[in-house]
């Protein structure tokens, strides 16, 4: 299984940062060449100078408590290694945000392929889970008690068809987010003369991304709605963690993370084995929430542009990358390696010996008493039967409007889950049959 979660570190790392600068830097020196606006022999220059090896990179927190500005310190590196007559051509007419939100765009491109790599892996593995589990019977909860029989191929598919709505909204937004970023100090393009869109074409080409219809310098939607869809993408796997957390439990015992021999669940107990994969992960989605709702302050922008937005708007984006990073690779782990107790899921299935099948026989009697009738009967008898440990199946035989209208091999036919899981395996089988075809 390959991990994501070193690409995205390094992605985010500060040389990721520094490539993708000089990457943005020497794209516009090319469209400017191109264009005619530089000479060609200029941008070659620039553009073989527009790599971190080139720097000397180790002067680069000194220009930079120097100058007090991030860009300008790299601008002075990156002018040296150019040369004295190709270096006055860096930059021209473009203004730091141009850079910093076109590179910001550029990891989000690759993270964008990242993610939705690791969500098809998942997805594919939780489908396998539907297929083969399809028919596993378990006992579905409402509000964390037992509620009514269903299938875990059903609880599956539910987690996969979430999982696609992941994967289409990466793909639903991926046009819009992925939009280059020059347009001058205040949107206009006047530094760029009449060339600005003619720029913006030739630096889009190159870079692969898309020319946007205006600037976005004070817009943040685009970077607010990426990592919104991380959020989203965390609460899915968030919630599947959640539910083989609970389903660990000792008292369940019907789902268990993968354990590998040699693995330590607690320094002092060694009889234990902790679902702490799934705490990681829950842990993970909700430092993705964080950001997302830091993010989303930072769309406050005023005016054309100012500086409150960029003080921590990179810091979060990067770190809910790479939490989200961490989370994915968790994920896949989890859902390939995740092991299914189909016996203890069937014993807690019968755990309440019939009372789950309250409904069932509800239904049937209401057809002979009424709906409301039956509810109220069923209900005093079936909570009585629970509250005072009593069998289910012998107090409705005890009672003799039930025993009017139902007879006794129909009552215990209506108390077998088996005969009561719906339409679960055919949704498990017809949910994989769907999301493997598209």
Known sequence: MTLILPQVRELFSRDGRFKRWLRVEAALANAQAKLGIIPEHIARD?????????????????????????????????????????????????????????????????????????????????????????????IGRTHNVQALPITFGYK??????ELERCIQRLDQSRERILALQLSGAVGSMVSFGNDGPAIQEKMAEELGINVPAISWHAS???LAEFVGNLALIGGCLGRIAQEVYLLMG?????????????????????????????QHMMSLARDIRYHNAAVLEMMCVDHERNIMHFVGEREHIEECCVAAGELLDRADELMAGLQVNEANMLANLNRLGGLTQSENVML????????????????????GAFLNGKNFEEELKKNKTVMDALDPEHIHDLLDPMQYIGACPELARQIARKLRKE
């Open 364 to 383: 049937e009697l209401g057809h002979k008493i009424g709906k409301q009738h039956a509810h109220e009967l069923v209900n005093k008898i079936a909570v």
């Open 220 to 222: 943040r939607d685009r």
């Open 46 to 138: 620039i553009d073989e100078a527009a790599h971190v090896e080139k720097l000397d990179l180790g002067r680069y927190d000194e220009l930079y408590e120097r100058t007090g500005h991030p860009m300008m310190a790299m601008l002075r590196l990156l002018e040296v290694a150019a040369g004295p007559e190709s270096g006055q051509y860096i930059h021209l007419g473009a203004t730091t945000q141009d850079i910093m939100d076109t590179a910001m765009v550029l990891a989000l491109k690759e993270m964008f392929d990242l993610t939705r790599s690791k969500l098809v892996s998942i997805q594919n593995s939780v489908l396998n889970l539907c297929e083969k589990h399809a028919d596993t019977p378990m």
């Open 156 to 161: 599956a598919a539910v987690w996969a068809d």
């Open 250 to 278: 000792t008292e369940f015992g019907e789902l268990s993370e993968p354990w590998a021999e040699g693995k330590v669940g607690s320094s002092t107990m060694p009889h234990k084995i902790n679902p702490t994969s799934t």
